[in-house]
């Protein structure tokens, strides 16, 4: 589902953002990415949005190898990876139902589609009965499960999640893991970046840390270790 290959991005002479990094992600996995800040992690999802361009090394995301795609074809590899941000970024004078369907509108859906498809998606974040409230009624967690439901209306193949809980106190952090734990048992991989280190240890999944650009550990069913981080 998603290969690196010796990955490495070096934006100028004192700044390699990542060095030469290999991992595999399998399909409907989920995995857990930790690492101190400036340690790489958002160089690497960009990479993966095709926001940034490797200086070396070979990218593969869902069957797409980024070295031969044009720029025409960014969309389909979009397509196929939903994002989820730390700050929510929803559109303040819509509304829920609104917010997610924009998503839709953007690509070509007709009215029909929206409307059968939006509900669905809202009832699977826990969000049924929302439609109508404005983005400032909710609360935070409400507000990352709209952008959640944005992110994955679509049926993408992959779902970043990047630092999803970052704003959110521990009760909506949890109804917001849940949340993606459940989008992963439908079958989408996830991708998640965090510096929780109690959902991490609650979750026990695969974890990946990166330190100074690099891999320094991948390791399954495991514990946040900040001996990995230093």
């Known amino acids: 589902m998603i290969l690196l290959d010796r990955v490495t991005k070096v934006y100028n002479r004192t700044n390699t953002a990542l060095d030469r990094i290999s991992l595999h992600v399998e399909p409907r996995e989920f995995v857990i990415i930790i690492g101190t800040s400036g340690a790489g992690k958002s160089t690497l999802l960009k990479l993966l949005t095709k926001e940034e361009k490797p200086t070396s090394g070979k990218i593969v995301v869902g069957g797409l190898d980024y070295d031969k795609l044009k720029d025409r074809d960014i969309p389909l590899v979009r397509r196929k990876i939903g994002v989820v941000f730390q700050d929510f970024k929803l559109l303040p004078n819509k509304t829920v139902f609104e917010n997610v369907a924009f998503a839709l509108e953007i690509v070509g859906y007709g009215n029909k589609e929206i409307q059968h498809t939006v509900p669905r998606v809202l009832d699977l974040v826990g969000l049924k009965g929302k439609e109508k409230r404005m983005p400032h009624e909710l609360s935070g967690g409400e507000r990352q499960r709209v952008a959640i439901a944005r992110a994955v209306v679509r049926q993408p193949k992959i779902l970043i999640a990047d630092e999803p809980t970052g704003n959110l106190d521990p009760k909506h952090a949890w109804e917001v893991i849940k949340v993606l734990e459940k989008i992963n048992r439908y079958g989408t991989t996830v991708v998640l970046t965090t510096h929780n280190q109690d959902i991490v240890n609650k979750l026990k999944r695969r974890v990946i840390a990166i330190n100074d650009g690099r891999v320094v ?13 230093h």
């Open 217 to 229: 550990s991948d390791r399954a069913n495991a514990e946040y270790n900040t001996k990995d981080l």
